[in-house]
């Protein structure tokens, strides 16, 4: 209980100092915005008991370090130092109302992913490019017009995954009886 309650001394001093320095404007998240690594919060959700406890979680998780977005969009560090919106990672932003929202690395708007391209390696793997990475690929996520998904798997940057068709399948006959003349 009492490294919880210098952590919330720690967090609320290094709040106070960060609202007294501002310097220059940065892009998609909004304003008012608090940054603890992956996890950004609306300012006013520390107001919510429920969620102010959860801020302080990810707080002391993210070695009682944040970035603070002000209200003229300027980035700070908890000394109150200027942070490059390019240093910061993709984050999911959770707003006053509740709703979560993603942004991409830097500050930036986290656009939707989708199918880049697709090739065929062979007759049964198909290679399929994303637009960004992803999380997780199952064969729930994809369908194909003939065949049936066996297994996906993702290269490790998550952008390219490789889908493997059951070849049984593919290759259906139709027996001919040709009358050769």
């Known amino acids: 209980m009492l490294r919880f309650k210098k952590s919330s001394r720690v967090f609320a001093l ?9 310097t220059l404007a940065m892009a998609a998240m909004p304003n008012n915005t608090i940054i ?25 998780a993210n070695g009682n370090n944040f970035v603070y977005k002000d209200l003229a969009g300027n980035l700070k560090d908890a000394n109150g130092a200027t942070v490059a919106a390019a240093t910061l990672p993709a984050v999911t932003y959770k707003a006053a109302n509740g709703t979560t929202t993603p942004y991409g690395a830097g500050d930036t708007n986290a656009a939707a992913l989708s199918v880049s391209s697709v090739s065929a390696i062979n007759l049964t793997t198909l290679k399929v490019e994303f637009s960004g990475a992803v999380d997780a690929a199952t064969a729930a996520n994809f369908t194909v017009s003939k065949g049936t ?33």
């Open 14 to 22: 290094a709040m106070v100092f960060v609202f007294m320095f501002s």
């Open 36 to 60: 603890f690594g992956t996890k950004a919060y609306d300012v006013s959700l520390l107001n919510d008991a429920t969620q102010a406890n959860q801020i302080l979680a990810d707080f002391v």
């Open 149 to 181: 998904l066996t297994g996906i798997q993702l290269a490790t940057d998550k952008k390219i995954g490789l889908i493997v068709i059951n070849r049984s399948e593919l290759f259906r006959y139709s027996q001919c009886d040709c009358d050769r003349r």
